[in-house]
């Protein structure tokens, strides 16, 4: 696909296929000889990971499925039952469940990566919004998966989602009765969230060819964010991003395997144990923590609507960054003011899961009673919620294109591997004698 | 820079897996060493047989235990395993435990509804025909099914042995409804039943009268039968049926662990090998 091929055919059932169905060449191209910058750091290994991660997904949940029965009656007996009764269905719940938080994590260090290296700008547009599309879906499918346990959260969790649907004017709550399936989340919700639970995946697998597809048309980005520009810049990918990312892999399942194994509730709901009651509403319903950013900016508008359109407009505005973003530069390395504003918008990120989890009107400040203003008092979560979606908006349509126009970068390489050549007088003394420690 | 960024998300998510997601307000649970905490952690096989006996004499009177069979009481890692019968059900000892029980069954050849003896493929009978029921002899309340409760329930272990240990004479000030016992363990609001001085008292009102008392149920193997006994003991076997299987998992993942480990070394040194050459 990316053009220029090396592969040689060898035997001559590899020439006879090669001229038929190039199936070989593509995988060697794809995963052998793909020339690959040669300064890419561990940041740039979580692509590895989330494919390891799919796949495990898949493969576990295919096993699960077989012995999942999805029944408002059954569904939470036989979740437990796949955990008492089926050989290893311990080990192949547990890894799906904390699998998902897993997958979600590396995705979540995967867009910071992105996100600081620049790795959404030109020629990058299109890889970068199919990465978003399968980040949507991705979030769809485990809003799924978290239903079909059919614990108390599953199914409050499910009925405060779905209702959102309703908030569209007009025909929000035909909509909403046609996702139930009836009046109300019930067995029909259950069975067709299962159907598409299962579906979904097979989905993001196929946005990830297509993800992988424009990565080789256009080639990786690297942490200095300068074009590839000779051969010396690159190593091809096997033996040398094989080897990395296989290290990383290894590492990252020492992290996923200690939850899986050790502690395998602890990023879970307790409340989710107990079987769904349509009558019993749990005192706090949140979701899993890796939603719980989208959720605290939905609590944060009074108006329902507005809530909505602003939660899905923050996954929504990231699809359109690389034309938000008006800077040249690609990597935050050569942008020290950009690099400022983009940390806390990391550190606002997780102020928003944090206020995601507790509830709105509670103290951020516990004792110190602020200012009312508008609705409620200053020193509370809504409100802490309220400036960190401000923010959150503000760094992608407005920081980000004004510093683009303002900020003065620092030099920018020549190239991956003369970092400083062009720039002698701004090169700090040793900076050529390990140039990978830096940054 | 980015290393500043690390530590500083690492902080944030420390906030994030911070403080329990707490409702209403109540007394932080005791915490116990338990003899099955942690990654070596495992089930002393006589505390989950005393606890099995509480469960039995005191908790299954309005308890279910709707994901138990008898047959589990004799699996790997049971209370009542032994490793001469690798098939529960052959267990003579659970065949005398489920005995002891009587469960519903249908007569094949009238079709009439019947009691029998359990065996060990039978499930732990309801102690209610329905919810109904249930509610009707418990003041409105129904008494949770117990099979995961451990795991349903925020502080684990630790929460469900404060409750049964936790009971106290309601505080001068506080009105206990009928049928009503004031647990400062149990999540709830005081305030509109507080006419004491000071702040309203933390916890909560449970429809469970105490349950345990010294002396309530006698131990097979001569342990002194004290309320707090009963609780460290009824919990380790509620603890142990939330996930029959947590010992097998411990034990697998640890090899899993140091495999993970070893392999992730060699990783590392095939790395260096062969990036040797690559000035990057």
Not at chain 1, 155 to 162: D, E, L, M, N, S
Not at chain 1, 213 to 226: D, I, Q, R
Request: proline fraction near 8%.
């Amino acid at each position: 696909m990316s053009g220029n091929s090396t592969y040689e055919p060898k035997t001559g059932i590899e020439r006879w296929l090669d001229s038929r169905l190039p199936i070989v060449r593509f995988m060697n191209d794809t995963l052998v000889t793909f020339p690959t910058p040669k300064n890419l750091n561990y940041w740039f290994t979580f692509g590895g990971i989330l494919a390891l991660m799919l796949g495990l997904q898949i493969v576990t949940g295919i096993v699960l499925a077989m012995h999942y029965v999805p029944s408002a009656d059954l569904a939470f007996a036989s979740v437990e039952r796949i955990m008492r009764d089926v050989n290893y269905g311990w080990l192949i719940r547990y890894m799906h469940a904390n699998g998902a938080s897993m997958f979600f994590l590396a995705v979540y260090l995967h867009m910071f990566r992105g996100l600081y290296y620049g790795s959404y700008k030109a020629p990058r547009e299109v890889l970068w919004i199919l990465g978003c599309a399968i980040y949507l879906v991705m979030i769809i499918t485990a809003f799924m998966g978290y239903v079909l346990p059919w614990g108390q959260m599953s199914f409050h969790g499910a009925v405060v989602i779905t209702n959102l649907i309703g908030a569209i004017p007009v025909i929000g709550p035909a909509i909403t009765t046609w996702l139930w399936g009836g009046f109300a989340v019930d067995n029909a919700t259950l069975n067709r969230f299962f159907s598409l639970h299962y579906l979904m995946p097979f989905v993001i697998a196929g946005l990830v060819v297509l993800h992988v597809w424009a990565l080789h048309v256009t080639g990786n980005n690297n942490p200095k964010g300068v074009d590839v520009k000779s051969k010396e810049d690159t190593v091809p990918f096997h033996p040398y991003y094989t080897v990395k990312d296989g290290f990383a892999i290894s590492i990252f399942l020492l992290l996923y395997m200690s939850f899986v194994f050790f502690n395998p509730n602890a990023l879970g709901d307790a409340v989710n144990y107990v079987p769904a009651n349509p009558l019993v509403t749990p005192a706090h319903i949140v979701p899993e923590w890796y939603l719980l950013p989208f959720y605290a900016i939905l609590r944060a508008v009074p108006d329902k609507l507005m809530g909505v359109i602003l939660m899905f407009g923050a996954i929504a505005v990231i699809f359109v960054l690389p034309w938000l973003d008006t800077s040249k530069v690609r990597s935050m390395r050569y942008r020290p003011t950009a690099r400022l504003y983009f940390f806390i918008f990391v550190f606002v990120a997780l102020v928003l899961g944090y206020c995601g989890g507790q509830l709105p009107d509670d103290q951020v400040i516990p004792g110190v009673s602020g200012l009312m203003l508008i609705d409620s008092d200053i020193n509370s979560f809504v409100w802490l919620s309220r400036f960190a979606t401000l923010y959150y908006f503000s760094y992608f349509m407005i920081i980000l294109p004004v510093l683009g126009l303002t900020e003065t970068p620092r030099p920018v390489p020549e190239s991956i591997t003369d970092p400083v050549l062009s720039h002698p007088a701004t090169a700090p003394a040793g900076a050529m004698a390990s140039p990978e420690k830096r940054g | 820079m980015l290393r500043k960024s690390i530590a500083l998300a690492a902080l944030g998510l420390a906030f994030i897996a911070g403080p329990a997601l707490a409702a209403g307000s109540a007394k932080e649970p005791r915490s116990v060493a338990w003899s099955f905490a942690g990654p070596f952690g495992k089930f002393e096989a006589a505390q989950v047989q005393r606890g099995y006996k509480v469960y039995r004499e005191v908790c299954s009177a309005c308890h279910s235990m709707n994901l138990m069979f008898f047959r589990n009481l004799g699996q790997q890692h049971g209370p009542f395993y032994d490793p001469e019968y690798k098939n529960p059900n052959d267990n003579p000892y659970v065949k005398a435990l489920a005995k002891d029980i009587q469960v519903k069954d249908i007569d094949q050849e009238t079709g009439d509804s019947v009691d029998r003896a359990a065996t060990p493929a039978d499930k732990f009978p309801s102690p209610w025909p329905n919810e109904a029921a249930a509610r009707a002899s418990n003041g409105g309340a129904l008494p949770p099914d117990l099979s995961v409760i451990t795991k349903a329930r925020d502080g684990g272990p630790d929460y469900v042995y404060s409750l049964l240990t936790g009971y106290v004479n309601p505080p001068v000030g506080l009105a206990v409804g009928p049928g009503q016992h004031y647990n400062p363990y149990m999540a709830g609001d005081m305030h509109a039943y507080w006419t004491g001085k000071g702040p309203a008292p933390v916890g909560g009102f449970i429809a469970m009268a105490a349950p345990l008392a010294d002396g309530k149920v006698t131990f097979d193997d001569g342990t002194k039968s004290t309320a707090d006994q009963q609780a460290r003991d009824v919990v380790a076997f509620l603890a142990w049926a939330s996930e029959p299987k947590q010992t097998e998992r411990k034990q697998f993942g640890f090899g899993a662990m140091i495999y993970l480990f070893m392999f992730s070394i060699l990783l590392w040194f095939s790395y260096k090998r062969i990036w040797r050459n690559v000035g990057h």
